[in-house]
């Protein structure tokens, strides 16, 4: 059992940052690589960032690649989403999840992820 809370979300102008935050508990961090995803109303959940167990891999939705980046802290059970050049296009609730499979390449479909966190809302205003 693993359980994650995200924090770090809220209001920002577009153009602005962000960062979340993802604590975990529960399993030894360092065995699962872990992603961030984000749901908007009437929308599907999709894929934003993923980084593999060591963070040595890192993956990217195209719509976000060049300004998020994601990293972890596996001495601190931590994973972040550092958000920059944010875009109203970008609000939505944010996700952290964690995957049990033994992959060295993170993955993005949201299936492949056995646990998640409660979520934490990200609003981008123009």
């Known amino acids: 059992q693993v359980t994650l809370v995200e924090s770090g979300g809220g209001w920002v102008q577009a153009g602005g940052s962000l960062r979340l935050s993802c604590a975990a508990s529960g399993r030894t961090f360092s065995n699962y690589c872990m992603g961030w995803f984000r749901q908007a109303p009437g929308k599907e959940r999709e894929f934003v960032a993923g980084?593999?167990?060591?963070?040595?891999?890192?993956r990217y939705a195209d719509s976000v690649k060049g300004r998020f980046t994601i990293s972890r802290d596996n001495a601190k059970n931590t994973v972040y989403l550092q958000m920059n050049s944010l875009k109203p296009e970008d609000t939505s609730v944010y996700y952290c999840a964690a995957d049990f499979a033994p992959v060295s390449f993170p993955r993005s479909g949201a299936a492949s992820y056995d646990y998640w966190g409660q979520g934490t809302q990200v609003t981008v205003s123009s």
């Open positions: 980084i593999s167990r060591t963070g040595g891999s890192t």
